[in-house]
Nanobody
Framework: VQLQASGGGLIQAGGSLRLSCAAS????????MGWFRQVPGKEREFVAS????????EYADSVKGRFTISRFNAEATVVLQMNSLKPEDTAVYYC????????????????????WGQGTQVTVSS
Protein backbone atom coordinates (compact mmCIF):
# COMPACT_ATOMS: atom_id res chain seq x y z
CA VAL A 1 0.00 0.00 0.00
CA GLN A 2 1.31 3.43 -0.93
CA LEU A 3 -0.06 6.69 0.44
CA GLN A 4 0.54 10.04 -1.22
CA ALA A 5 -0.34 13.15 0.77
CA SER A 6 -0.78 16.55 -0.83
CA GLY A 7 -2.32 19.96 -0.25
CA GLY A 8 0.00 21.50 2.30
CA GLY A 9 1.33 25.02 2.05
CA LEU A 10 1.74 28.41 3.68
CA ILE A 11 -1.44 30.03 4.96
CA GLN A 12 -2.31 32.94 7.23
CA ALA A 13 -3.95 32.31 10.58
CA GLY A 14 -7.69 31.96 10.21
CA GLY A 15 -7.42 30.49 6.76
CA SER A 16 -8.26 27.03 5.43
CA LEU A 17 -6.41 24.21 3.75
CA ARG A 18 -7.55 20.88 2.36
CA LEU A 19 -5.17 17.95 2.60
CA SER A 20 -5.67 14.88 0.46
CA CYS A 21 -4.20 11.42 0.73
CA ALA A 22 -4.44 9.06 -2.23
CA ALA A 23 -3.95 5.35 -1.65
CA SER A 24 -2.81 2.77 -4.14
CA UNK A 25 -2.56 -0.98 -3.73
CA UNK A 26 -4.63 -3.06 -1.37
CA UNK A 27 -8.33 -2.59 -0.63
CA UNK A 28 -8.80 1.01 0.50
CA UNK A 29 -12.43 0.53 1.52
CA UNK A 30 -11.37 -1.85 4.31
CA UNK A 31 -8.77 0.46 5.88
CA UNK A 32 -9.04 2.62 8.94
CA MET A 33 -7.47 5.93 7.93
CA GLY A 34 -5.85 8.59 10.03
CA TRP A 35 -4.02 11.90 9.97
CA PHE A 36 -1.13 12.75 12.27
CA ARG A 37 1.22 15.69 12.52
CA GLN A 38 4.73 16.28 13.75
CA VAL A 39 6.93 19.25 14.52
CA PRO A 40 10.72 19.01 14.88
CA GLY A 41 11.79 17.69 18.25
CA LYS A 42 8.34 16.40 19.16
CA GLU A 43 6.58 13.10 18.81
CA ARG A 44 4.10 12.52 16.04
CA GLU A 45 0.64 13.34 17.34
CA PHE A 46 -2.84 12.18 16.42
CA VAL A 47 -5.11 14.56 14.54
CA ALA A 48 -8.07 12.60 13.18
CA SER A 49 -9.23 9.11 12.24
CA UNK A 50 -12.09 7.70 10.19
CA UNK A 51 -13.57 4.22 10.07
CA UNK A 52 -13.59 2.06 6.95
CA UNK A 53 -17.13 3.12 6.08
CA UNK A 54 -16.74 6.76 7.06
CA UNK A 55 -19.47 6.41 9.64
CA UNK A 56 -17.25 6.95 12.68
CA UNK A 57 -14.71 9.72 13.18
CA GLU A 58 -12.44 10.76 16.01
CA TYR A 59 -10.51 14.01 16.53
CA ALA A 60 -7.84 15.34 18.79
CA ASP A 61 -9.25 17.91 21.21
CA SER A 62 -6.99 20.56 19.71
CA VAL A 63 -8.69 20.35 16.31
CA LYS A 64 -12.30 19.51 17.19
CA GLY A 65 -14.73 21.88 15.55
CA ARG A 66 -12.08 23.14 13.10
CA PHE A 67 -10.94 20.05 11.18
CA THR A 68 -13.06 17.49 9.33
CA ILE A 69 -11.89 14.11 8.07
CA SER A 70 -13.76 12.41 5.25
CA ARG A 71 -13.14 9.61 2.80
CA PHE A 72 -14.12 8.70 -0.72
CA ASN A 73 -13.73 4.96 -1.10
CA ALA A 74 -14.46 4.93 -4.82
CA GLU A 75 -11.50 7.25 -5.30
CA ALA A 76 -9.31 5.66 -2.61
CA THR A 77 -8.84 9.08 -1.03
CA VAL A 78 -9.08 10.52 2.47
CA VAL A 79 -9.35 14.27 2.98
CA LEU A 80 -8.61 16.52 5.94
CA GLN A 81 -10.40 19.86 5.71
CA MET A 82 -8.70 22.33 8.03
CA ASN A 83 -10.48 25.58 8.89
CA SER A 84 -9.69 28.42 11.29
CA LEU A 85 -6.04 27.49 11.19
CA LYS A 86 -3.76 28.63 13.99
CA PRO A 87 0.04 29.03 14.10
CA GLU A 88 0.18 26.04 16.45
CA ASP A 89 -1.22 23.88 13.64
CA THR A 90 2.10 24.29 11.83
CA ALA A 91 3.59 20.82 11.28
CA VAL A 92 4.27 18.11 8.77
CA TYR A 93 1.02 16.23 8.29
CA TYR A 94 1.03 12.50 7.61
CA CYS A 95 -1.74 10.20 6.49
CA UNK A 96 -1.81 6.62 7.70
CA UNK A 97 -3.71 3.41 6.97
CA UNK A 98 -4.52 0.27 8.93
CA UNK A 99 -5.64 -2.83 7.10
CA UNK A 100 -7.88 -5.35 8.84
CA UNK A 101 -8.00 -6.72 11.36
CA UNK A 102 -8.27 -3.52 13.40
CA UNK A 103 -8.36 -3.22 17.19
CA UNK A 104 -10.98 -0.48 16.84
CA UNK A 105 -13.02 1.19 14.09
CA UNK A 106 -10.97 4.35 14.61
CA UNK A 107 -7.35 4.44 15.74
CA UNK A 108 -5.56 7.24 17.58
CA UNK A 109 -2.03 5.93 18.13
CA UNK A 110 0.97 5.86 15.83
CA UNK A 111 1.54 2.19 16.53
CA UNK A 112 -1.99 1.36 15.42
CA UNK A 113 -1.19 1.98 11.77
CA UNK A 114 0.61 -0.16 9.19
CA UNK A 115 1.24 2.28 6.36
CA TRP A 116 2.35 5.91 6.22
CA GLY A 117 2.52 8.59 3.59
CA GLN A 118 5.51 10.87 3.05
CA GLY A 119 4.05 13.93 4.78
CA THR A 120 3.05 17.38 3.62
CA GLN A 121 4.15 20.61 5.27
CA VAL A 122 1.55 22.99 6.65
CA THR A 123 2.78 26.38 7.82
CA VAL A 124 0.38 28.85 9.44
CA SER A 125 1.66 32.39 9.82
CA SER A 126 0.40 34.74 12.50
Amino acid sequence: VQLQASGGGLIQAGGSLRLSCAASGGTFSTYVMGWFRQVPGKEREFVASISWSGGVTEYADSVKGRFTISRFNAEATVVLQMNSLKPEDTAVYYCAAKAPPWSSVVLTTVTGYDYWGQGTQVTVSS
